[in-house]
């Protein structure tokens, strides 16, 4: 067996499934793990992905963007990856997004997020239509969390770093589509990731119980009548997903489960795992309405389908829906923001900064700070009517779908569509700008190929050597300027022409190892 699960656990699952199932549940551990990539649609559709890249893919019965993948040929390793047009995931937790049933315009909150895998798939299912609020309480993590949001192209997401009660303080009834993928103790992972396995005790279970509660008591105030959410974990036991759906429903009677259609893939809730769960004094009995509902729920199973163990339920808030206008009304919450140092920037740092003053940080005035960006915008971009609100924080200029006065006091990680920052009023741009940006919106383009290496080694760094012919400029743009450097027609980053050099911009925390 590759993977020894724990004792205890094992014993457990025995127990819950009987004899014959458990059979086949212990033999699914000598199985490989299975690899995914899910095709990141704001930057390429399905079918020109598939032309496009050269490994052998098969698809993902319950994505329709994703695909199974030989994890030997290292997707990560490729021009590609590196232009986001793809994401690595496990293909079971592709499914929670599926069953959100997010559409452009919505908003939409992640609110446990990181690292963001999700989140771009939320994102491309806006096509930068309406708002994600993506967000992580934990600090570390939401460095990786901004990172994917701006490698894959999002252009009207906001980033987080708060507890989810602030953010319902905040935001109350704001949301039409909410994501709970929330902490657990990390059954279903154990095939995937041997530490976890190793690591695990019984006692994450009761403690990880008592968070999701917490997590979704938060989430109903976000919720707008009418709105639905999607709870998931990836483990098996009962009390992070059972009955942790039946507290919820006894506490909001306004909630109700959506069915999902039992498949070969999607199996369904197990109810009378709440009975087993009350004979051992860890539980207690449920209204019969209540244990039925918890049927509908979903478990991704593996040893009947390709993938690891999820839980999923689809909850729905009863009500008509209002208008979003009429849910921005919000008490406002008072703290420091978080983030790096002011004046300083890092791809992987939040900022530092205090909304609505019309300064920045340093007392000088915001609107002319802001001209930089409008002057950058006339010289380096081609005429591209770009979305979001400009804000400034600490010299850095934002595009945000957000007011200044929706992030007062939130721990703010990213307030929107990172552009550039200001220094002696012109605007150095930010290499989000550029994975965002298709080359139609920049004055200036170098394509490079993937195929002969060239791509690699700007991914790298180096400075290239360039002939005045291969940049393409739009009308009216000479070759001086900011050029967007492409991978066979995707955005990688920034490069400066001159004399048949390419200046390469491309940041050090980036670059192909």
């Known amino acids: 067996m590759a993977v020894q699960p724990p004792k205890g656990f094992l014993e457990r699952m025995k127990e819950l499934l009987g004899e014959e199932e458990y059979a086949a549940f212990y033999a699914s551990y000598d199985n490989p793990r299975f690899a995914g990539i899910r095709v990141n649609t704001l930057k390429i559709d399905s079918e020109a992905f598939r032309e496009a890249v050269p490994f052998e893919l098969r698809p993902i019965p319950w994505c329709e963007t994703g695909y199974y993948i030989d994890e030997q040929t290292k997707p990560g390793k490729h021009p590609y990856y590196h232009a986001g047009l793809y994401y690595i995931q496990e293909p079971s937790a592709m499914a929670p997004v599926e069953l959100l049933e997010v559409t452009p315009g919505e ?17 491309a299912k806006l096509r930068g239509n309406g708002m994600l609020v993506t967000n992580d309480i934990n600090a570390e993590r939401t460095k990786a969390l901004a990172k994917n949001i701006e490698l894959y192209g999002v252009r009207n997401a906001v980033v987080l770093g708060e507890s989810p009660e602030r953010i319902a303080r905040a935001f109350p009834n704001f949301f039409d589509k909410i994501l709970i993928d929330a902490p657990c103790s990390g059954e279903g992972m154990f095939r995937k990731d041997e530490d976890m396995a190793r690591l695990w005790e019984p006692e994450w279970i009761r403690k990880y119980a008592g968070m999701q509660r917490d997590i979704l008591r938060s ?23 059972e009955a942790t759906i039946a507290n919820f429903l006894l506490e909001h009677p306004e909630f109700r489960v959506v069915p999902l259609r039992p498949n070969d893939c999607i199996s369904p809730g197990r109810p009378e795992w709440l009975e087993w769960l009350a004979e051992r004094g860890e539980g207690r009995d449920y209204p019969s309405e209540i244990v039925a509902q918890t049927a509908m729920c979903g478990r991704l199973w593996p040893h009947k389908m390709e993938g690891e163990g999820h839980f999923l339920a689809v909850l729905e808030r009863q009500g008509e829906g209002q208008p979003q206008e009429e849910a921005a009304a919000y008490g406002n919450v008072t703290s420091d923001w978080e983030g790096g140092p002011r004046g300083k920037r890092d791809s992987r740092q939040g900022h530092r900064g205090r909304p609505g003053t019309g300064h920045d940080a340093k007392g000088v005035d915001e609107r002319e700070l802001l001209e930089s960006w409008r002057a950058f915008s006339r010289e380096h971009l081609s ?38 920052s200001v220094k002696n009023g012109r605007l150095t741009p930010g290499q989000p700008l550029a994975t965002a940006l298709s080359p139609s919106e920049a004055a200036r383009v170098l394509d490079l190929s993937a195929a002969d290496g ?57 670059r192909w190892t």
């Open 107 to 123: 908003h939409v909150l992640d609110l446990c997020a990181a690292p963001g895998g999700k989140s771009t798939q939320i994102a």
């Open 219 to 241: 989430a109903a105030a976000l919720l707008a009548p009418g709105g639905r959410m999607v709870y998931s974990t990836c483990t098996f036991a009962p009390e992070e997903n």
């Open 383 to 420: 005429e591209a009517e770009l979305p979001g609100e400009p804000l400034l924080f600490g010299g850095n200029v934002y595009l945000s779908p957000l007011t200044k006065d929706r992030l007062d006091g939130l721990k703010v990680v990213r307030p929107g569509w990172y552009v550039g």
């Open 454 to 510: 060239e791509a690699i080694r700007y991914l790298k760094g180096e400075t290239l050597q360039v002939e005045a012919a291969r940049i393409r400029c739009s009308e009216n743009a000479g070759l001086k300027g900011y050029v967007l450097v492409t991978v066979d027609g995707y955005s990688l980053g920034w490069g400066k022409w001159q004399d048949g050099m390419l200046k390469n911009e491309y940041p050090a925390g980036w």
